[in-house]
């Protein structure tokens, strides 16, 4: 079985900073892309994040020069550290898989950014 566990969200001020960390098991995490979504009240889930096997990164637009994916694969952990903090990234994020073409995700973490 897979598990997905996000952790570190909470409420900042804008222009601030968190670490949000994803701990996986039940797959060779190593050689599996980890992505991170988020979704806004009202809004579609959409991809924030995706780090790939070999270190490859790929960013939204918006949150390009803020975010940063790392992924720590002797703790299978995938992180990512969000600096300058806008009011327009609040939203529960989520840690995310595949296996073959199943998703896999975890349960989100809320960040809320406070004007």
């Known amino acids: 079985q897979v598990y997905l566990r996000e952790s570190g969200g909470g409420l900042v001020q804008a222009g601030g900073s968190l670490r949000l960390s994803c701990s996986a098991s039940?797959?060779?995490?190593?050689?599996?892309?980890m992505n991170w979504y988020r979704q806004a009240p009202g809004k579609q889930r959409e991809l924030v994040a995706r780090?790939?096997?070999?270190?490859?990164?790929n960013y939204l637009d918006s949150v390009k020069g803020r975010f940063s994916i790392s992924r720590d694969n002797a703790w299978n952990r995938v992180f990512l550290q969000m600096n300058s903090l806008k009011p327009e990234d609040t939203a529960v994020y989520y840690c995310?898989?595949?296996?073959?073409?199943?998703?896999?995700w975890g349960q989100g973490t809320q960040v809320t950014v406070a004007s």
């Open positions: 995310n898989t595949e296996r073959g073409t199943y998703p896999y």
């Open positions: 039940g797959i060779t995490f190593k050689i599996h892309t």
């Open positions: 780090i790939s096997s070999d270190g490859t990164t």
